[in-house]
């Protein structure tokens, strides 16, 4: 039984996106054996393969999450990094984290039920799907000026640039919850225009 701590989770994902050399591997077609598809920008698991990834471990087990997470064209993979590298301002990724809970209410308060095969529904009242989108800002001050007064969440690996300004930004930041396929409940806890950074996001 696990916390969804919604905010903590968010920040790891990235955090681990930022630290993952190990991606970087492999340019083929299809999914590696981590669950990272290269050429269709997409890394599908468990959160805890995904932190057996990051961390360097074997421990398996599922985290009782799945995530997916997709990043966009230009986002030259695998720069996660603290400095700008090549990627532009603009270049975004979206995670999305799926688990159950038996708890009616805010998400961020829920606790997760156990859930170990990827093709059953556990036994459980409430789905609950995190999206988390993120925008890299570099050293573009108005860009970042913008999201600030917007109310983005900074997120800056490894230090900011002068100025104060973040490697990236959380613009979008969403709990759904559903009961028996239905959606019953929206947290919008980040929710700004991908704006600032000369175009948008899809």
Known sequence: MKKIAILILSICLLVAFASTPAMAAGKGTGFDPSGVNVQARVFNGWVGDWNDLVDGGDGGGTGDMWITVKWSKDWIWPDFQPSPGD???????????IGYTNDSGDPQY????????????????????????????????????????AGGFAFSQGGAYGDGVPNYV?????????????????????????????????
């Open 87 to 97: 990627t532009p301002p603009g270049a975004w990724l979206i995670a999305n984290q």
């Open 170 to 202: 959380i613009f979008q930041y969403t709990a759904y919850v559903y009961e028996d396929g239905t959606l019953v409940g929206t947290y919008p806890y980040i929710s700004i225009p991908p704006s600032g950074l000369g175009h948008l996001i899809f």
């Open 110 to 149: 829920a606790t997760l039920v156990t859930w170990t095969d990827k093709n059953s529904i556990p036994d459980a009242t409430y789905k609950v799907l995190l999206v988390v989108k993120i925008m890299r800002v570099s050293d573009n001050s108005e860009a970042w000026d913008n999201y600030q007064l």
